[in-house]
């Protein structure tokens, strides 16, 4: 690796800049851009509870999070992508050819859970080595590099079963039958529930999203790991000239994101029981707009692992008191649209104004 | 003279805290070329980009021809007459558009152009530009397919097709060959003849010697000389460009101590002068030399980042060819990069991250970085080196240019090292932070070697023990800086003997 730091001569523009901007006050911009979402969050659950119809309560609570789980682990995974200045939009596919390569284990190849499970996080890992390796050494950019392997995983995944969905009993290409069939241990994992304060009351999805989102927490935001992919994404000449191994930390987040994302796609397949090609086509979106949402929560201004399953924890209240006061499904895009909009203003805007930059 | 084409009143201007142009005064007469000289950071950039259109300025006065000038886009100064060759070429071009389009494209741009592209039109239009110039290109051949010096001649060419009143060259020689170079110079002779102005921009001692009638130094933010007359006092304008207002802090020489780095033969680039250099513990040498004198290349191929063509360098009597960073650091050989804005902050962090980066594994227990512990380094530090904030974790981007400097400078003084390669540490910083920041370089300086990398002759005389002057990627003199005799070291700094024939060297 050969840098250049000669043909950067230092416009006069970019020493100064914030320098004006003294201290954080604490004026009622600083206030609205610092807890405005995490306000709104709470506006949003008090309405509901008033204004529909059984949203106050354990179970309903237990719902949302159990709407959100898969798409929150996802989301966690974009967000290490997103430390280090990057963007994975490969994780929708990888989650459903991680289902599908479960299903086709378990049911086609007639092995157990434990080698369906390894098999999905190898598969998870593996492509977020290739995603890094693109990105880092083949310089494709982020977007372009994640956007090849999810058109690449989409066809991937249907070609094995020419396209169908499995499930125990299905026709295969040869004409033979599947005679394997899930576990039931790997259905309990999309399935369980926990006794929480009530019987049966918390479904495990839930229980692995807040795992992982304190797990993802306490690396990014306590481990030098976790510093130095921020580092990275703030300002990754800095880093590489204090020593850091920037190409690494890059292919690690991608792999981190790989690795959730097949997390998310086995809990899926736990949760239907089958291989079921038509699901998890929203997992992309909803994920990106989670972690994007993120950014706003407590000014973070940056992508963050609190934030981001504040975000996806938004979008499930926002979508299921919505659903409860009968609101049309076809609304549902419109409204997590409007929030993504809304939150990336108060990013972008708000906190740019905060800091005085130009 | 010649009557006065263009004239500056006053012209002041700020970014932030920051005053780049300081009532500035400059008439730049007709048919004359004024060579304007300048370190980093001087204000030329700014200069240029004001009378070009890019910025407003804040007061002052410019007229061209008579009447008032003040251009609100790029475009519009070039409908005045105002005609500005940057000095980054892929800024001039626009390599996917053919040769053609490149010639034209003010012209696209321009309200009345029409709709659709005229384009048998825009090719003979073209031809014809490019004959002017004596450019032997086909027109209709992508730029990306070109060479650098041709995308410059381009851009210049396009300039030309303007009918310039006032001609702005920001550095244009600098990925030209000799014959290229002299194409240019000819051009310009030309043109200074039908009585445009010319203002050039460059560094290089041999353009200037070939182009200068006038010249015209600057030095933080204002005019600090103007030479013109039938011989050019060339010294007199780098002194005045330089600056050594005398400083008052007094070096007194350490006795050094035993040796840390030993370079035998080292050739930086290919074609360059092999040279040999040594420093001990507890020295404290500045490398100085003109832009493009090869002083940054040395400091990159100490740190891993690029590798000399051939040559010996020793830490501690052992082999050292390190290929990243990491690998210097490994050996400890820490470098404070030169522009902290790209190179060093890390603008989403506070003052304490900021500090422990490239260390952090030592605040790291399993992974787990100790707050309390880097907090007591940065407060530590915060105190040695007096940084001026609330507190440490204060965001960077709230500190001034001198104190995030100074941050900068803790991040590798936390760490004891056997070389500290410092490249640029007084950029963009006040007066007072500069003597803090020179005072705490020697201080603690015992035991290591450092080298201070400064394009200005002040930042070195006051803080090193020896001076080495860098010229064409090689070692072109030595000073103890010890009742130094500075017409000795601009002489050395401004190549007064040039090579027989003025060779050049791409990239010199």
């Given at each position: 690796m050969s840098m250049n730091?000669?043909?950067?001569?230092?416009?006069?523009?970019?020493?100064?800049?914030?320098?004006?901007?003294r201290r954080r006050a604490s004026g009622p911009i600083d206030l609205a851009i610092r807890y405005g979402f995490l306000a709104l969050l709470v506006g949003l659950v008090v309405f509901f509870s008033v204004?529909?119809?059984?949203?106050?309560?354990p179970r309903s609570a237990v719902f949302i999070f159990q709407s959100v789980a898969i798409t929150g682990i996802l989301a966690l995974g974009v967000t290490c992508t997103l430390v280090v200045g990057g963007f994975d939009l490969s994780i929708g596919s990888v989650a459903t050819s991680s289902m599908m390569l479960a299903a086709y284990m378990m049911v086609?190849?007639?092995?157990?859970a434990f080698v369906a499970i390894i098999a999905c996080l190898a598969m998870g890992a593996l492509i977020g080595l290739i995603n890094g390796l693109l990105i880092?050494?083949?310089?494709?950019?982020d977007l372009l590099a994640t956007l090849g392997m999810m058109f690449l995983l989409v066809g991937l995944q249907r070609i094995p079963t020419e396209g169908r969905s499995i499930a125990t009993g299905m026709t295969l290409p040869d004409g033979s039958t599947a005679e394997g069939s899930f576990s039931p241990l790997f259905l309990q994992l999309g399935r369980h529930r926990f006794d929480f304060?009530?019987?049966?009351?918390?479904p495990a999805p839930v229980v692995f999203l807040v795992v992982i989102g304190l797990l993802v927490w306490v690396f990014l935001e306590l481990t030098r790991h976790g510093r130095l992919m921020y580092a990275i994404g703030s300002n990754e000449r800095a880093a590489s000239l204090t020593g850091t191994n920037v190409n690494r930390y890059k292919i690690v987040a991608y792999m981190i994101s790989g690795v959730l994302a097949s997390i998310g796609g086995m809990l899926l397949a736990a949760r239907l029981g089958r291989g079921d090609?038509?699901?998890?086509?929203?997992l992309l979106l909803d994920a990106v707009a989670a972690a994007l949402i993120g950014f706003a929560v407590l000014g973070a201004a940056k992508p963050n692992a609190f934030g981001t399953s504040m975000g996806a924890l938004f979008v499930g209240i926002l979508l299921q008191g919505l659903t409860m006061m009968n609101?049309?499904?076809?609304t549902q895009d419109f409204i997590k649209g409007l929030v993504l909009v809304i939150a990336l203003v108060f990013t972008f805007s708000l906190s740019a104004r905060k800091s005085g930059g130009h | 003279m010649n009557e006065t084409l263009c004239d500056l009143r006053g012209v002041d201007k700020s970014f932030g805290e920051n005053r780049?142009?300081?009532?500035l005064s400059l008439s730049l007469p007709a048919g004359s070329v004024t060579v304007l000289m300048g370190a980093n950071g001087a204000g030329k950039s700014t200069l240029v980009k004001i009378l070009s259109g890019v910025h407003a300025r804040d007061g002052g006065s410019i007229t061209l021809m008579g009447r008032e000038f003040a251009p609100a886009s790029p475009s519009e100064a070039i409908r005045a007459g105002v005609v500005t060759v940057h000095q980054n070429i892929n800024d001039g071009?626009?390599?996917?558009?053919?040769v053609a389009s490149n010639l034209l494209i003010d012209r696209l741009a321009?309200?009345?152009?029409?709709?659709?592209?005229?384009r048998r039109q825009n090719y003979a239009e073209a031809e014809r530009i490019a004959s002017q110039m004596g450019l032997a290109l086909n027109?209709?051949?992508?730029?990306?397919?070109?060479?650098v010096a041709d995308r410059q001649l381009i851009a210049i060419a396009r300039a030309m097709a303007h009918d310039p009143r006032l001609l702005i060259l920001d550095e244009?020689?600098?990925?030209?060959?000799a014959s290229e170079a002299e194409r240019l110079f000819l051009l310009i002779e030309r043109l200074s003849a039908k009585g445009v102005a010319v203002l050039y921009i460059s560094h290089r001692m041999s353009d200037i010697r070939r182009i200068a009638t006038r010249i015209v130094s600057m030095r933080d933010g204002e005019i600090s000389g103007l030479f013109e007359g039938d011989t050019l006092d060339y010294e007199g304008a780098v002194n005045a460009m330089l600056g050594?207002?005398?400083?008052?802090?007094?070096i007194s020489i350490p006795a050094p101590g035993k040796r840390v780095l030993e370079i035998s033969?080292?050739?930086?680039?290919?074609g360059a002068r092999p040279f040999d250099f040594n420093l001990a513990e507890n020295e404290v040498v500045a490398v100085t030399g003109l832009l493009g004198s090869g002083k940054s290349a040395f400091a990159q191929s100490l740190f891993g980042l690029d590798q000399p063509v051939s040559g010996r360098i020793r830490i501690d009597g052992q082999d050292y060819r390190v290929r990243t960073p990491q690998a210097a650091i490994a050996r400890g050989v820490f470098m404070s990069a030169k522009d902290r804005a790209n190179?060093?902050?890390?603008?989403?962090?506070d003052i304490t991250r900021n500090m422990t980066l490239p260390f952090l594994s030592r605040y790291a227990k399993l992974s787990f970085v100790s707050r309390a512990k880097e907090r007591r380094t940065a407060n530590d530090m915060i105190e040695a080196l007096s940084?001026?904030?609330?507190?440490?974790?204060?965001?960077?981007?709230?500190?001034s240019g001198g104190n995030q400097q100074k941050v900068m400078l803790a991040r590798w003084l936390a760490e004891e090292c056997r070389l500290l390669l410092l490249d640029e540490?007084?950029?963009?910083?006040?007066i007072r932070a500069r003597r803090d920041i020179g005072r705490k370089i020697r201080e603690t300086a015992k035991n290591r070697g450092t080298l201070v990398f400064v394009s200005e002759l002040d930042e070195a005389l006051e803080v090193a023990d020896r001076i080495i002057v860098m010229s064409e990627h090689s070692v072109a003199a030595e000073f103890r800086?010890?009742?130094?005799?500075l017409n000795e070291i601009l002489t050395a700094v401004t190549g007064a003997v040039p090579p027989a024939g003025a060779a050049r060297t791409a990239h010199a």
């Open positions: 730091l000669d043909n950067t001569e230092t416009s006069p523009a970019a020493a100064p800049a914030g320098a004006h901007s204004f529909a119809n059984g949203f106050a309560g086609v190849l007639e092995q157990s880092v050494k083949t310089k494709v950019p304060m009530l019987d049966n009351l918390l090609i038509a699901s998890g086509t929203n609101a049309p499904y076809y | 780049v142009l300081k009532q071009v626009i390599p996917d558009l053919d321009e309200p009345g152009y029409g709709f659709f592209l005229k027109v209709r051949q992508p730029v990306a397919e070109l060479g244009p020689t600098s990925s030209l060959s050594q207002r005398m400083s008052d802090a007094v033969g080292l050739q930086l680039i290919e190179n060093a902050v890390v603008a989403d962090f940084i001026v904030c609330q507190g440490e974790s204060d965001s960077i981007g709230t500190l540490p007084f950029q963009g910083v006040d800086n010890e009742n130094v005799d």
